[in-house]
């Protein structure tokens, strides 16, 4: 259920410009990562090309290889739709499909896959939902709208709806940036849930957060507006912010710059 | 505040510049000028230390506009009366004279000493080439919104889309006359062709002769309708939140599947309010349908045998040599239209309606 990530020499453009460059680094199966660092550094971009997402955005393109579990998913032979199963991903807003039913939000990525059987449907949104701590709130109104649903709940729903395909590894782009202390406590409380079953990849800005719920830290920077980001350190959360190899890194962590 | 009147008399009595406006309901207008001068007479104890608020101008723009908006609201109301008055006035006297059934006559004979009409076939062939022209138009509308929102590269979408527009400037006069000058060639051709190979299915059977057929005036009504369409569905589709699009590609769907599981369900209603303009377009159509059906008065699911008829064509074509009872027959028989749209429209409402718990959260 989870699967080793691989990125090396990464740069990704968007149109002429370059977003990130030659990035390296690995992610072990089963753990959490936190891409922390200041804002422009590119930490989005990199999670964005994980599973392809970047090359959406008209002119956008990613250089480099990205391995998962040896596989490369930029060949030009792999199908990008199953890369994205296969990789998940919660955005920074909660983005329920509007027009929706709890449920129906919870199992479109199953519907997509061809599932129709409603029993089988049925099982894998309670699971999903049980799984991202959000079924006893919602169990009742299955056939509500899922906008209607608070935002901590909505961004509970979006990780149900992705963990309801069971893909390997799920990216989460600042999931609780738009949320209360006691939503964004909920997430981190299922962050560590998940983390059993898939490798789990978070950009935030709190680095708070970053601490609490990573295993390791990768923390991304720029020289100036304009420049690519790059890594500029990778290593286990808690060196990182306790004793940081490069002045860089702990100048951002202490709230000397960014 | 500088510009109230009374603001020089009490220059030094106080910094409370608080309007009076704050202590009156937003919507009560009419209020008698003279009641609040008694609160603040000058040199009298007012309500901000010292009796300084401005007094609130009698009249000012904000007056003039809210009786400006009034007059502009209850004229509409008053055009309509007005109307439905003339309507009813000048169709009573007419049903009255008719000596056949109104509903299931089949003919147009209002002119005659005996006035024979009825509106059935005329209903009939408005509601017949109306949904056959939706039938057709719809899905070549959908499917251009969809190339232009989704698929096109942005200049060829701004290039195309500008035609599309320009298609809709096109006045239904010329599209009458190409149809019935031009299109008519190939449409009698193709109706040769189904008749030959398909005239075992009613709709595409008889023996001619073809060509000023429904089929000819749904296809020209089919290609009026279509910028409509395409335009209101194209701006509801492009409209779509980025953040589903993503939510549902993030999910491993292709692109059509996409726009099935985050675009489409997003447009319904703005897709069904441009089917429904562009059917009440449809309905309504006049001079190119006058001019490219082959005006008989039966009602026929045939399709491609010339005839045909609409009420809004019917009313062009007779309106000229019609007597007083004529005159009226033809009004009658605009009542009928009126009603047609207004059921048309009435069911557009209920269906963006139904879902409105789903649709309005989305907002």
Known sequence: MAKRIEASNVTAYYGAFKAIENINLTVEPKTVTALIGPSGCGKSTFLRSINRMHEVLPGARVEGSLTIDDQDIYDRDVDVTAVRRMIGMVFQRPNPFPTMSIFENVVAGLRLNGVRRKSILDEAAERALRSANLWDEVKDRLGKPGAGLSGGQQQRLCIARTIAVEPQVVLMDEPCSALDPISTLAIEDLMFQLKDKFTIIIVTHNMQQAARVSDRTAFFSIEKTGDPGRLIEYDNTQKIFSNPGVKKTEDYITGRFG | ?363
């Not at chain 2, 910094?15 to 001068?37: I, L, W, Y």
């Not at chain 2, 003039?64 to 004229?75: E, V």
């Not at chain 2, 147009?108 to 056959?132: H, M, Q, R, Y």
């Not at chain 2, 599209?175 to 190939?186: A, E, H, K, Q, S």
């Open chain 2, 1 to 363: 505040m500088g510009e109230t009147p009374h603001r020089s008399a009490h220059a030094g009595t106080g910094g409370t510049r608080v309007t009076e406006g704050h202590d009156r309901p937003a919507g009560a207008s009419v209020r008698p000028a003279e009641a609040p001068v008694s609160t603040r007479t000058p040199g009298g104890a007012g309500l901000g230390g010292g009796g300084g608020l401005p007094r609130a101008r009698a009249f000012g723009a904000e007056r003039a506009f809210r009786a400006l908006t009034l007059a502009a609201g209850t004229a509409v109301l008053v055009i309509i009366a007005a109307i439905a008055v003339f309507l009813v006035a000048k169709a009573v006297p007419a049903l009255r004279a008719n000596t056949e059934n109104f509903w299931t006559f089949e003919g147009w004979f209002p002119n005659d000493a005996e006035p024979k009409f009825g509106i059935g076939a005329l209903a009939f062939g408005t509601v017949l080439s109306s949904a056959l022209a939706l039938l057709i138009a719809v899905p070549v509308a959908l499917g251009i919104a969809l190339y232009l929102s989704h698929y096109a590269p942005r200049r060829l979408g701004t290039a195309l889309g500008f035609l599309i527009d320009l298609l809709a400037a096109v006045p239904s006069v010329v599209f009458g006359l190409w149809g019935r000058d031009v299109f008519i060639n190939p449409v009698r051709d193709f109706s040769a062709w189904l008749n030959t190979y398909f005239g075992w299915i009613p709709i595409f059977g008889g023996d001619g002769p073809f060509g000023k057929s429904i089929m000819l005036g749904a296809l020209v009504l089919a290609i009026m309708v279509l910028p409509i369409i395409t335009s209101l569905s194209r701006e509801v589709f492009t409209q779509t939140p980025t953040a589903n699009e993503e939510a549902a590609l993030a999910l491993g769907a292709t692109r059509w599947e996409m726009i099935r599981t985050a675009v489409l369900p997003y447009g319904r209603p703005g897709i069904v309010a441009a089917v429904m303009l562009g059917l009440g377009r449809a309905l309504g159509e006049t001079i190119a349908l006058a001019m490219t059906l082959g005006i008989t008065f039966n009602i026929s699911f045939n399709l491609i045998e010339s005839g045909g008829n609409t009420i809004a064509a019917n009313i062009a074509n007779t309106f000229g040599e019609a007597n007083d009872t004529g005159r009226g027959a033809l009004i009658a028989s605009g009542l009928v239209l009126f009603a047609i749209t207004l059921i048309v429209n009435i069911t557009a409402r209920a269906i963006i309606h139904r879902r409105r718990e789903f649709t309005e959260s989305a907002a």
